[in-house]
Each structure stands twice: as structure tokens, then as C-alpha cells.
């Protein structure tokens, strides 16, 4: 069989697939007040392409797909969906991220869904009138919900949190408190500059190693080693029995290891988060592609992925990087 590997030895074996580009908030790293243009529905890729795209992907060796959006719990019937998608045999793993306002009705079945393994939910802040200036809705109280849920369920619980010069960086150490108690995994991303603008003025920079500082500052933490191609540098505080972990998104030094590809929602390959997409699947498969066609595509689009993602910006066509989180998937 063959298998997706790029031209540094690096084997494709996961995917970041985007199943809408709505969301039901406006954090204000990821779009302007206002939102987005979100595209018409008839471009979106139908759930019926996104799961033949997923099953030609795991027959060159892709075996854990990460669901995201926009909030993938916006698009209608995404649970069938989820069904759906764990009828592949050579998936092994399904994890979705979330921002949670939508999610507690829908954990009984999560949990019945063997394959997801992982819930990311992303919570920025955990006061109330702090969480609404952010996201710019007033749905914490969901969402605290669903983190409860979630840490007493079945299903491994990362948190997601951006560290946002000027709004949330007073609260690290109470989220890595969180995990004192709760067996759950908190993790701190680099801010970035996909929020529909470009990079905003920042009053200070609050990279890995400021973050790593402010962490150590209260708590006595020991490196976990890090499975190959993690995204996040792990951490555990002295007699915690959960973990934190510190994504360098921005400063890019995991690229090393990556053994990701995204799809978003309309369908536009991407080898790198950082560049501004390679390929457009809906367009392809619309035209008559057969699987065999896919195939021979995906194949030599993994050739085609840069080393990492300063090289990724580089090659951009359109300009410096200023789309929104929520049109290519998180």
C-alpha cells in the first residue's frame, strides 16, 4: 500500500478536516465583531464527500482525523455525521474540537461512539464577564456546563486556551490549578494572526517561554517527554494529576515532526496551517474524480509540504496571513 510521505521522510498519518466554516461565537482572535462572509452552503463539501475524502485518506495510511470548524456543532446533523465516519474500519481515531455552547445534549452519544477518544474545548477565560468580552456572547454558563460533563465522562478532556496579551494572561495559573484535582489536560496556544485582520498590536509578546515562566513562577513542573510529532510541549505540577501542555503555534518550533494535512470546509487542501492552501478537492471531485484520481493527488500533494511553516509563509500567493481561524479550521 502506498502511503502519504513527504520529501523530508515525514509519514502523513492525520488529518484536520473542517466540517464548517459558522460559528456560533466571535472570539476575537479568530474573526472580526461583525463575522465572517461565510460561503454559500452548495460550496461547503456535503458530509458524503468529506467522508470519501477521509476513507481514500486512510487507505494511504491515515488513521486519526480531528474534526473542527468554525463549530463543527453548528452544521446540522453532525452527529449522523460522526456515525457515519466510525463505520471506517481503518480509522482509528476520531477527536473533535469544540467551543462547548452546543455540545452537552449531544454527550451521551459521544461517548457510545468508540472511536472519539478526544474533546478539545476551547475556553479562554473562567470569569464569566471576561469569557464574554472575548468570544463576545454570553454563553459561559453552557459552557462550564459542558466542561463539567465532559471531565466527568468517559472521553479524554484537553483545554484549550489562547493567551491573549491584555485580556487573559492573569489567569494561566488558574487554569493549570485546574489540574491539581482534575485528570484533564490544559493547554496554552501561542496567539496567532488568524483573525480575519492580521496580526493586532500586541502590548506584550506572550510566547512558549513566557508562558513556560509565568507557569513556573507558582508551580514546580516537570517536562513529560512528547510522543513524536506532538503539537504541544508537556508538563506536569508536583502532586497534579492532570497535565499542561504550551502549543507553539506562532513560533513554530514542532514543525520538525508534523504529520498533519488540513481540509476546510470548501475543500481546500492544506499541507500547512501557515500557507494559504494548495488544492481544491471539492472542485475535483465535483469534476468526476475517481478514488484512484484522489489517490494519485494526495500522493503528490504531501510532496509538495514545506519543511515548516515560516517556509509556508513564505510561498504564500495572497499576501502576509490574515484569514480567519474559523474558515480554515482551527
Known amino acids: 500500500m502506498h502511503t502519504l510521505l513527504d520529501s523530508f521522510g515525514r509519514q502523513i498519518n492525520y488529518v484536520r478536516l473542517a466540517v464548517t466554516d459558522r460559528c456560533n461565537l466571535r472570539c476575537q482572535y479568530c474573526m472580526p465583531a461583525h463575522g465572517i462572509d461565510i460561503v454559500p452552503r452548495k460550496e461547503l463539501l456535503t458530509y458524503k464527500e468529506m467522508y470519501r475524502i477521509i476513507r481514500v485518506l486512510t487507505e494511504l495510511g491515515v488513521n486519526k482525523v480531528r474534526l473542527t470548524g468554525g463549530e463543527p456543532f453548528v452544521r446540522k446533523d453532525f452527529i449522523g455525521f460522526l456515525e457515519m465516519l ?3 474500519d481503518l480509522l482509528d481515531t476520531i477527536n473533535v474540537t469544540t467551543n462547548g455552547a452546543l455540545v452537552s445534549k449531544h454527550l451521551e452519544k459521544l461517548e457510545s461512539l468508540k472511536k472519539i477518544k478526544n474533546i478539545n474545548l476551547s475556553i479562554d477565560s473562567l470569569q464569566e464577564e471576561k469569557f464574554k468580552t472575548i468570544t463576545r456572547r454570553d454563553v459561559f454558563p453552557e459552557v462550564y456546563k459542558t466542561f463539567e460533563l465532559l471531565e466527568k465522562s468517559s472521553l479524554n478532556l484537553k483545554l484549550n486556551v ?8 492573569n489567569e494561566i495559573n488558574d487554569f493549570v490549578r485546574l489540574t491539581k484535582e482534575k485528570n ?6 501561542e496567539e496567532m494572526p488568524f483573525n480575519g485582520s492580521g496580526q493586532r498590536d500586541l502590548k506584550e509578546n506572550w510566547n512558549f517561554k513566557r508562558i513556560l515562566q509565568e507557569i513556573q513562577s507558582q508551580f514546580d513542573v516537570e517536562e513529560i517527554p512528547a510522543k513524536k510529532s506532538s503539537t504541544s510541549r508537556n508538563y506536569q505540577a508536583k502532586n497534579h494529576l492532570g497535565t ?3 502549543i507553539p503555534a506562532f513560533t513554530r518550533t514542532i514543525c520538525n515532526d508534523c504529520n498533519r494535512i488540513r481540509i476546510t470546509s470548501t475543500g481546500t487542501f492544506k499541507n500547512c ?23 494519485e493527488l494526495f500522493l503528490s500533494l504531501v510532496k509538495e509540504k514545506p519543511e515548516n511553516g515560516f517556509v509556508a509563509e513564505a510561498n504564500r500567493k495572497k499576501g502576509n496571513v490574515s484569514e480567519s481561524m474559523s474558515t480554515i479550521g482551527g
Not at 162 to 169: A, K, L, M
Not at 277 to 283: P, Y
Open 86 to 88: 466510525s463505520y471506517n
Open 162 to 169: 489562547v493567551v491573549q496579551s491584555g485580556f487573559n494572561t
Open 184 to 189: 484533564i489536560a490544559v493547554r496554552f496556544i
Open 244 to 246: 499542561v501542555g504550551i
Open 273 to 295: 496551517l501557515f500557507d494559504d492552501g494548495v488544492f481544491n478537492l471539492r472542485d475535483f471531485i465535483r469534476n468526476g474524480a475517481s478514488n484512484n484520481d484522489l489517490k
